[in-house]
């Protein structure tokens, strides 16, 4: 299986941190940040990984060039961002008629990619893609899942203030071919993946939940605290949300 992380963000949040570097790079207990996925990935077997890049795009690309993993990664250069589903379209030639893992880049997780494919694999029949979850210690700030006694994701609460749980997106997908050609049909160049084409799939998207960690570090706060709680080891397990 191949995967796309998606790495070409701004990291407006972040500043002035991500003044000189992008938000991949930042450093999570000395280590940037993407090498932790990339460590994730290919600890689990992932084939290939493409990478997009924008925002100092040669800080990334000199990086992935001195990587251990070098000669298993691709980058695709947007000189112009094309949206977290634009980056699929213009991409989908590299995944062809196989399924595919796309990931947020700046999440921290230590995530079993392995078992989340393994989970993707025997998902229900009906499903289109797999999401990945976790719970989130802010719901008020993520897209809140409501799910079905198969796990099947039948509803999202996008940054309410009184969210129904809070098992919420972790922005990590496998992705079927259908999901792939239906961003393509929306017919131009920049799509979003989170309101433009998941919405098309609620009913048909399987979740599972993370018993790891896994936080967004988008801001000074949540940087700070990953820096304090992350103890990168053996990957984390998931969890079925069946009931």
């Known amino acids: 299986m191949r995967a796309l992380l998606l790495a ?10 991500t003044n000189t570097i992008p938000k991949c790079m930042v450093p999570i207990n000395g280590r940037p940040l993407i090498d932790y996925w990339f460590e994730l990935l ?17 800080v990334v690309r000199t990086h992935i060039v001195a990587s251990p993993w070098r000669d298993q990664i691709d980058i695709a250069h947007e000189h112009e961002l094309l949206g977290t589903g634009g980056t699929i379209v213009a991409n989908r030639a590299y995944f062809g008629d196989q399924d595919f893992l796309v990931a947020h880049a ?3 997780t230590d995530v ?20 990945l ?16 006694p198969a796990g099947r994701v039948i509803a999202f609460h996008e940054k309410v203030a009184n969210p129904p749980g809070n098992l919420a997106n972790a922005a990590v997908y496998i992705v079927t071919p259908e999901v792939a050609d239906f961003a393509v049909a929306i017919g131009k160049p920049f799509v979003d993946l989170s309101t433009e084409v998941i919405p098309h799939f609620v009913g048909r998207i399987y979740a599972v939940e993370t ?10 706060e949540s940087l700070a605290r990953a820096q304090a709680e992350f103890r990168s080891g053996e ?9």
């Open 112 to 131: 079993d990619l392995a078992a989340f494919a393994r989970a993707h694999r025997e998902r229900p029949t009906d499903t289109a893609m797999t999401m």
């Open 42 to 58: 290919f600890a689990a077997k992932f084939e290939r990984v493409l990478v997009n890049i924008h925002y100092f795009p040669d």
């Open 235 to 243: 990957s984390a397990g998931i969890a079925l949300l069946t009931r």
């Open 8 to 17: 070409a963000g701004l990291g407006t949040r972040l500043r002035p941190i």
């Open 211 to 220: 018993l790891g960690y896994h936080r967004d570090i988008g801001n000074p």
């Open 106 to 108: 700046d999440n921290l």
């Open 133 to 148: 979850a976790f719970r989130t210690d802010d719901p008020s700030s993520c897209g809140i899942l409501e799910y079905d």
